[in-house]
């Protein structure tokens, strides 16, 4: 038998961007089994033009040197030594088999701790860029599985899905948590009308929401009433805000949004702080119609429905209170890689 071998591609450098989220309503719901045990469970999300950002120059070295802008952290990994500070970074670098010879950088565009799915998208970003490398493909369903398994055994606790498929296939998304797997779900009919109708603010307090998600998931399969009650609550409110955005019905969202948080409120008195409330009072004074903190919130971003014509008007009220107005405009597509 005849072998042809194939010269694998010189490649000397390849960046990869994701774009990063804001969950709209129905966070937490990801978290397994809870999405597949109330009714109707779903988490509406879009991706945004604040971008995790991977490069990866080769080296001629027996390792890999990971960089990392936002943490001002720069040290060399090399496959077996015990994990280091970026040890999410070096588990999904070993499950993709690139373990020497490249020097990885990761920066992004919004603060670290903002509650916009930074360590999933940056994630997204960097297993895309691994794959090309290796010459690889991998279904997204597939990879996002992964990334959600590395996440949950690099952090110890239970992790969801939710922040990795905007930085995947971006747009407007409702993720419904069916038996057996996610069905991801574009709200493309609204896309083109968001963007005047989100405002998104950093609260100036960055949070792990991780851990905030972790205390939640317990309460609920302990058998906890009150964060038991909160959750469904959660889900019918974002069913009804699943259902509002289909017809393009705006103002009914916004309530459905605004009813979602109150009903996130109630899982712990960690989820807002009196600097949240103020931001969410001035917001609904100048023109909002809902209000979310992003993620598990407890600090982090929050996301604002506004009524048609007052997005000016409510981002000049929440400067007023100390918040920092986000470029945050929806994104109709996910992780993009480029190859020198």
């Not at 970074?89 to 509650?115: K, M």
């Not at 239970?158 to 971006?170: E, H, K, L, S």
């Amino acid at each position: 038998m005849k072998v042809i071998r194939v010269q694998k591609r010189k490649l000397d450098e390849v960046k990869g961007y994701a774009p990063a989220r804001v969950d709209l309503s129905g966070g937490s719901l990801d978290l397994w089994p809870i999405g597949v045990i109330l009714d109707n469970a779903l988490t509406v999300n879009c991706a945004i033009n604040l971008f995790a950002r991977v490069e990866a120059k080769k080296i001629r070295e027996k390792f890999i040197r990971i960089i990392s802008e936002d943490y001002g952290i720069s040290y060399e990994y090399r496959k077996g030594q015990k994990w280091g500070k970026l040890s999410l970074i070096e588990r999904i670098c070993d499950h993709y088999g690139v373990t020497e010879g490249w020097e990885i950088t990761v920066r992004s565009d919004f603060p670290a701790g903002s509650g916009l799915g930074g360590s999933s998208t940056i994630a997204v970003a960097l297993s895309k860029v691994l794959l090309e490398i290796k010459e690889q493909n991998e279904d997204p369903q597939k990879t996002v599985s992964v990334l959600r398994d590395i996440e949950a055994k690099n952090l110890g606790i239970p992790t969801g899905v939710q922040d990795f498929w905007p930085a995947m296939v971006g747009g407007i998304l409702s993720i419904h948590y069916k038996l057996g797997n996610d069905d991801i779900e574009s709200l493309g009919n609204v896309f083109p009308f968001l963007s005047e109708r989100m405002v998104v603010v950093y609260t100036g307090k960055s949070h792990f929401s991780a851990e905030m998600n972790y205390e939640l998931y317990k309460g609920f399969l302990n058998g906890d009433r009150s964060i038991r009650k909160a959750m469904e609550g959660i889900a019918r409110s974002s069913y009804e805000l699943y259902l509002a955005l289909k017809k393009g019905d705006f103002e009914s969202a916004g309530e459905a949004m605004l009813e979602e948080w109150k009903n996130r409120k109630k899982l712990s008195p960690k989820i807002s702080n009196k600097k949240m409330e103020n931001i969410e009072k001035a917001a609904i004074d100048a023109g909002a119609t809902g209000v979310k903190g992003c993620g598990a919130a407890g600090g982090g971003s929050m996301v604002f429905m506004v009524k048609l014509g007052m997005k000016r008007n409510v981002e000049l009220a929440l400067k007023d209170c100390g918040a920092t107005v986000l470029n945050a405009a929806p994104v109709n597509s996910g992780v993009k890689v480029e190859v020198k």
